[in-house]
Protein backbone atom coordinates (compact mmCIF):
# COMPACT_ATOMS: atom_id res chain seq x y z
CA UNK A 1 0.00 0.00 0.00
CA UNK A 2 3.00 2.08 0.45
CA UNK A 3 3.32 2.55 -3.60
CA UNK A 4 -0.22 4.03 -3.13
CA UNK A 5 1.18 7.02 -1.03
CA UNK A 6 4.60 7.11 -2.90
CA UNK A 7 2.54 7.34 -6.41
CA UNK A 8 0.83 9.75 -4.89
CA UNK A 9 3.71 12.09 -4.50
CA UNK A 10 5.08 11.50 -7.57
CA UNK A 11 1.80 12.68 -9.21
CA UNK A 12 2.17 15.95 -6.80
CA UNK A 13 5.21 16.97 -7.69
CA UNK A 14 4.53 16.89 -11.20
CA UNK A 15 6.72 14.24 -12.20
CA UNK A 16 4.04 11.57 -13.40
CA UNK A 17 0.46 12.25 -14.62
CA UNK A 18 -0.13 8.78 -13.95
CA UNK A 19 0.83 5.89 -12.28
CA UNK A 20 -0.10 2.13 -11.61
CA UNK A 21 0.65 1.16 -7.90
CA UNK A 22 0.31 -1.64 -5.15
CA UNK A 23 1.62 -4.80 -4.73
CA UNK A 24 1.83 -8.48 -5.38
CA UNK A 25 2.87 -11.09 -2.72
CA UNK A 26 3.18 -15.28 -2.81
CA UNK A 27 2.95 -16.54 0.86
CA UNK A 28 3.20 -20.04 0.03
CA UNK A 29 6.54 -19.67 -0.92
CA UNK A 30 8.33 -22.58 0.98
CA UNK A 31 10.67 -20.22 2.58
CA UNK A 32 7.96 -17.40 3.49
CA UNK A 33 5.70 -19.68 4.87
CA UNK A 34 8.73 -21.37 7.01
CA UNK A 35 8.86 -17.66 8.43
CA UNK A 36 5.53 -16.90 9.17
CA UNK A 37 5.45 -20.40 10.58
CA UNK A 38 8.67 -20.00 13.06
CA UNK A 39 7.17 -16.50 14.46
CA UNK A 40 3.86 -18.22 15.27
CA UNK A 41 1.57 -15.93 13.23
CA UNK A 42 -0.45 -18.94 11.48
CA UNK A 43 -3.08 -20.47 12.97
CA UNK A 44 -3.38 -24.13 13.94
CA UNK A 45 -6.60 -24.78 15.31
CA UNK A 46 -9.12 -24.36 12.79
CA UNK A 47 -8.18 -27.19 9.90
CA UNK A 48 -11.65 -28.35 10.37
CA UNK A 49 -13.09 -25.07 9.79
CA UNK A 50 -11.25 -22.75 7.39
CA UNK A 51 -14.02 -20.04 6.47
CA UNK A 52 -13.84 -18.94 10.14
CA UNK A 53 -10.16 -19.02 11.17
CA UNK A 54 -9.01 -16.07 10.67
CA UNK A 55 -10.79 -13.69 13.35
CA UNK A 56 -9.76 -9.87 13.67
CA UNK A 57 -10.13 -8.25 16.14
CA UNK A 58 -11.89 -10.80 18.30
CA UNK A 59 -11.21 -11.85 21.58
CA UNK A 60 -11.07 -15.88 20.20
CA UNK A 61 -8.77 -14.79 17.15
CA UNK A 62 -5.30 -17.05 17.25
CA UNK A 63 -3.21 -16.36 14.22
CA UNK A 64 -3.63 -16.10 10.52
CA UNK A 65 -3.29 -18.03 7.41
CA UNK A 66 -0.77 -17.47 4.19
CA UNK A 67 -2.82 -15.72 1.14
CA UNK A 68 -1.79 -15.60 -2.71
CA UNK A 69 -2.64 -12.55 -4.17
CA UNK A 70 -2.69 -9.03 -5.17
CA UNK A 71 -4.05 -5.64 -6.26
CA UNK A 72 -2.74 -2.87 -8.75
CA UNK A 73 -4.51 0.61 -8.96
CA UNK A 74 -4.38 3.19 -11.83
CA UNK A 75 -3.64 6.78 -9.80
CA UNK A 76 -4.10 9.33 -12.04
CA UNK A 77 -4.09 13.23 -11.37
CA UNK A 78 -6.98 15.30 -11.60
CA UNK A 79 -6.12 17.71 -14.11
CA UNK A 80 -5.06 15.04 -16.88
CA UNK A 81 -8.34 13.15 -15.88
CA UNK A 82 -10.46 16.04 -16.39
CA UNK A 83 -8.44 17.16 -19.50
CA UNK A 84 -9.66 13.93 -21.10
CA UNK A 85 -13.46 13.83 -19.68
CA UNK A 86 -12.64 11.12 -17.46
CA UNK A 87 -15.85 9.32 -15.60
CA UNK A 88 -15.26 6.05 -14.59
CA UNK A 89 -13.05 6.88 -11.66
CA UNK A 90 -13.58 4.90 -8.40
CA UNK A 91 -12.06 7.64 -6.24
CA UNK A 92 -10.00 9.75 -4.94
CA UNK A 93 -6.87 9.68 -2.93
CA UNK A 94 -6.34 12.58 -0.67
CA UNK A 95 -4.43 11.99 2.44
CA UNK A 96 -1.48 9.76 2.98
CA UNK A 97 0.80 9.31 5.84
CA UNK A 98 3.18 6.50 7.39
CA UNK A 99 5.45 5.83 10.49
CA UNK A 100 7.43 3.45 12.25
CA UNK A 101 6.77 1.48 15.60
CA UNK A 102 9.66 0.00 17.42
CA UNK A 103 9.79 -2.70 19.91
CA UNK A 104 13.07 -3.18 20.98
CA UNK A 105 12.70 -5.80 23.66
CA UNK A 106 10.46 -7.98 20.85
CA UNK A 107 12.94 -7.02 17.73
CA UNK A 108 10.18 -5.93 16.05
CA UNK A 109 8.64 -8.91 15.72
CA UNK A 110 5.97 -8.02 17.57
CA UNK A 111 4.36 -3.78 17.00
CA UNK A 112 4.63 -1.14 19.72
CA UNK A 113 1.67 -2.41 21.94
CA UNK A 114 0.25 1.12 22.42
CA UNK A 115 -0.30 1.74 18.97
CA UNK A 116 1.88 5.30 18.41
CA UNK A 117 2.56 4.47 15.03
CA UNK A 118 -0.69 4.10 13.98
CA UNK A 119 -2.07 7.06 15.56
CA UNK A 120 0.84 8.91 13.95
CA UNK A 121 -0.03 7.44 10.32
CA UNK A 122 -3.49 7.80 10.57
CA UNK A 123 -3.06 11.35 11.90
CA UNK A 124 -0.61 12.12 9.22
CA UNK A 125 -2.95 11.17 6.55
CA UNK A 126 -5.80 13.00 7.87
CA UNK A 127 -3.86 16.00 8.12
CA UNK A 128 -3.17 15.44 4.20
CA UNK A 129 -6.56 14.98 3.36
CA UNK A 130 -7.75 18.60 5.66
CA UNK A 131 -10.21 16.51 7.40
CA UNK A 132 -10.82 14.95 10.86
CA UNK A 133 -11.61 11.55 12.19
CA UNK A 134 -15.29 12.43 12.85
CA UNK A 135 -15.29 12.39 8.77
CA UNK A 136 -14.21 8.78 8.89
CA UNK A 137 -17.35 6.70 7.35
CA UNK A 138 -15.51 3.55 6.96
CA UNK A 139 -11.86 1.71 7.88
CA UNK A 140 -10.49 -0.95 5.79
CA UNK A 141 -7.77 -1.96 8.28
CA UNK A 142 -4.98 -4.78 8.27
CA UNK A 143 -6.82 -6.68 10.87
CA UNK A 144 -4.47 -10.18 10.49
CA UNK A 145 -5.99 -12.38 13.32
CA UNK A 146 -2.68 -12.38 15.04
CA UNK A 147 -3.71 -10.70 18.32
CA UNK A 148 -0.66 -8.79 19.29
CA UNK A 149 -1.16 -7.20 16.12
CA UNK A 150 -4.90 -6.26 16.03
CA UNK A 151 -4.50 -5.18 19.75
CA UNK A 152 -2.06 -2.83 18.58
CA UNK A 153 -3.78 -1.81 16.09
CA UNK A 154 -7.09 -1.19 18.04
CA UNK A 155 -5.19 0.71 20.66
CA UNK A 156 -4.24 3.48 17.92
CA UNK A 157 -7.69 3.39 16.57
CA UNK A 158 -9.14 3.89 20.53
CA UNK A 159 -6.55 6.89 20.34
CA UNK A 160 -7.85 8.25 16.95
CA UNK A 161 -11.55 7.79 17.08
CA UNK A 162 -12.05 7.68 20.76
CA UNK A 163 -15.94 6.43 21.65
CA UNK A 164 -16.74 7.00 18.02
CA UNK A 165 -14.77 3.71 17.00
CA UNK A 166 -17.88 1.48 18.26
CA UNK A 167 -19.92 3.20 15.61
CA UNK A 168 -17.18 3.01 12.38
CA UNK A 169 -17.34 0.07 10.94
CA UNK A 170 -13.87 -1.34 10.80
CA UNK A 171 -13.74 -3.98 7.84
CA UNK A 172 -10.64 -6.91 8.05
CA UNK A 173 -9.99 -8.67 4.69
CA UNK A 174 -7.91 -10.70 5.75
CA UNK A 175 -10.50 -12.82 7.44
CA UNK A 176 -11.28 -13.53 3.66
CA UNK A 177 -8.50 -14.00 1.71
CA UNK A 178 -5.55 -14.40 4.34
CA UNK A 179 -2.51 -12.46 4.92
CA UNK A 180 -1.58 -11.30 1.03
CA UNK A 181 1.70 -9.74 2.27
CA UNK A 182 2.75 -6.81 0.07
CA UNK A 183 -0.57 -7.64 -1.96
CA UNK A 184 -2.83 -7.10 0.54
CA UNK A 185 -2.37 -3.53 0.28
CA UNK A 186 -3.33 -3.32 -2.91
CA UNK A 187 -6.54 -5.29 -1.97
CA UNK A 188 -7.49 -3.37 0.57
CA UNK A 189 -7.35 0.33 -1.51
CA UNK A 190 -9.54 -2.11 -4.31
CA UNK A 191 -12.13 -2.62 -1.89
CA UNK A 192 -11.93 0.83 -0.42
CA UNK A 193 -12.34 2.51 -3.98
CA UNK A 194 -15.10 0.26 -4.73
CA UNK A 195 -17.32 0.71 -1.66
CA UNK A 196 -17.35 4.23 -2.73
CA UNK A 197 -17.75 3.71 -5.83
CA UNK A 198 -21.34 1.85 -5.16
CA UNK A 199 -21.43 3.33 -1.62
CA UNK A 200 -21.96 0.15 -0.12
CA UNK A 201 -19.71 -1.21 3.11
CA UNK A 202 -18.11 -4.58 3.18
CA UNK A 203 -19.46 -6.98 5.27
CA UNK A 204 -17.46 -7.91 8.60
CA UNK A 205 -17.01 -11.39 9.02
CA UNK A 206 -15.50 -13.84 12.23
CA UNK A 207 -16.13 -11.22 14.65
CA UNK A 208 -18.24 -12.82 17.11
CA UNK A 209 -16.72 -11.40 20.28
CA UNK A 210 -14.74 -7.99 18.93
CA UNK A 211 -12.11 -6.59 21.16
CA UNK A 212 -12.34 -3.61 23.66
CA UNK A 213 -13.75 -0.02 21.32
CA UNK A 214 -14.42 -2.56 17.76
CA UNK A 215 -17.78 -3.29 16.35
CA UNK A 216 -18.89 -6.64 15.53
CA UNK A 217 -20.16 -8.97 12.93
CA UNK A 218 -21.98 -7.33 10.28
CA UNK A 219 -23.66 -7.74 6.30
CA UNK A 220 -22.84 -5.86 3.93
CA UNK A 221 -24.88 -3.05 3.61
CA UNK A 222 -25.72 0.43 1.66
CA UNK A 223 -24.56 3.33 3.35
CA UNK A 224 -23.67 7.33 2.56
CA UNK A 225 -19.43 7.27 2.01
CA UNK A 226 -17.81 10.16 1.88
CA UNK A 227 -14.17 9.23 3.22
CA UNK A 228 -12.20 5.98 3.65
CA UNK A 229 -9.80 5.35 5.84
CA UNK A 230 -6.77 2.18 4.72
CA UNK A 231 -4.48 1.50 6.51
CA UNK A 232 -2.07 -1.45 6.86
CA UNK A 233 0.65 -2.67 9.15
CA UNK A 234 3.92 -4.24 7.83
CA UNK A 235 4.90 -7.49 9.93
CA UNK A 236 8.29 -5.15 11.21
CA UNK A 237 6.92 -2.18 11.82
CA UNK A 238 5.85 -0.39 8.86
CA UNK A 239 2.49 1.67 9.08
CA UNK A 240 0.91 3.09 6.10
CA UNK A 241 -2.39 5.32 5.99
CA UNK A 242 -4.40 6.54 2.93
CA UNK A 243 -7.65 8.32 2.69
CA UNK A 244 -10.06 7.72 -0.18
CA UNK A 245 -12.70 10.22 -1.20
CA UNK A 246 -15.71 9.60 -2.98
CA UNK A 247 -15.48 11.41 -6.45
CA UNK A 248 -17.73 14.86 -6.85
CA UNK A 249 -20.34 14.19 -9.02
Given at each position: ????????????????????????????????????????????????????????????????????????????????????GGDSAYA???????????????????????????????????????????????????????????????????????????DVPVVAL????????????????????????????????????????????????????????????????????????????
Amino acid sequence: MLSVGESLRVIQRGSADLCFCGGADCKMNPMVYLRQYLTGRLIESSNDDPASAVRPFDTGADGTVAGDGGGIVMLEAMDTYQARGGDSAYAQVVGFGAAQSVNREKRNLEPDTEGRAVVTSVNSALRDAGIGPDEIDLVIGFGCGVPVWDNAEAAGYRQVFGDRLKDVPVVALRALVGNCGAGGGGIDVAIAAKALKEQKVPAIVNRDKPIEGMSGNAPARDAELGHVLVFNMGLGGQNTALILKKMDS
